[in-house]
């Protein structure tokens, strides 16, 4: 599932290249992708109107449009959201787009059909959003923060990271590198750590994050293709068996909360 650093990427490369568009119409070629919403009811309240701005929130890809109308996505799985040259060429994996007033579309293409697209006044949009964590890159992510948040959970570390209601956008990906980089057990109750290490966590955090953007923008080069930590540098995730980079123990995998967490028995302790 794509995390903060390729949602981030998206939104930059369609707000470069959409702001200021007219959406002549919009089509939903497959109704499940607007759920609970009908279908209609998007593409009625998208047509007509222009893109103001697009920005991220967390894991959601949001496109401000005029008459205080937001359009919400989130990509799941393997959905990605960019635009065409021509709206009436369209990939056969395109789940919903929409036709710009100057012949170009907006694809959502998304092989497995997971991604969703709701349309929202801004008022509710807002109030949706509000639901999530903190952003990890905004000036509000300190680390007093950090230690507040953390105060308040006995959680693995791991777990934590991944919850959304405290920390929004993070993943397995990159909480797995952002602890490793802090040198912390990802099983470690995040109560129990010490304010000395989840200041170190945050620089982790916030370190991790910037160095995956860059990656992700320059990765997504090409329209509708991109992958997870493509050109990002990993120490853990996926890695089990190999060495540690730096302690040359070898990288171990556990389960947490369904999901595999990789780790470094010698440097995260």
């Given at each position: 599932m794509p995390e903060l650093p390729e949602v981030e990427a998206v939104s930059r490369r369609l707000r470069e290249k959409a702001k200021g568009a007219e959406i002549r119409r919009a089509r939903v070629l497959r109704p499940r992708t607007t759920y609970p919403q009908p279908a209609s009811k998007v593409q009625r309240l998208a047509a007509g109107r222009t893109i103001e701005t697009v920005e991220r929130r967390g894991k959601h890809i949001l496109i401000y449009l005029s008459g205080g109308v937001v359009l919400a996505c989130h990509l799941r799985m393997t959905g990605n959201l960019y635009v065409i040259p021509d709206a009436g060429t369209r990939p056969l994996s395109t789940r919903l787009y929409l036709e710009l007033a100057d012949g170009r579309g907006i694809v959502l293409d998304d092989r497995r059909a997971l991604g969703v697209v709701n349309a929202f006044p801004l008022a509710q949009a807002q109030t949706l959003m509000n639901k999530l964590g903190i952003e990890p890159l905004s000036a509000e992510f300190t680390p007093g923060r950090l230690i507040e948040l953390a105060a308040r959970s006995k959680m693995p570390a791991k777990v934590f990271l991944m919850d959304q209601r405290f920390i929004s956008g993070l993943g397995n990906i990159y909480s797995a590198e952002a602890l490793y980089r802090a040198r912390i057990h990802p099983a470690t109750p995040t109560n129990q750590i010490r304010p000395a290490r989840l200041c170190r966590l945050h620089a982790a955090i916030v370190d991790v994050l910037n160095?995956?953007?860059?990656?992700?923008?320059?990765?997504?080069?090409?329209?509708?293709?991109?992958?997870?930590?493509?050109?990002?540098?990993?120490a853990v995730y996926g890695r089990e068996g190999d060495r540690c980079p730096v302690c040359h123990r070898r990288i171990r995998r556990l389960t947490q909360a369904g999901r595999s967490t990789y780790y470094c028995p010698g440097c995260q302790r």
């Open positions: 160095d995956a953007v860059k990656s992700a923008y320059i990765a997504y080069e090409r329209p509708g293709q991109f992958r997870e930590a493509e050109r990002f540098p990993l």
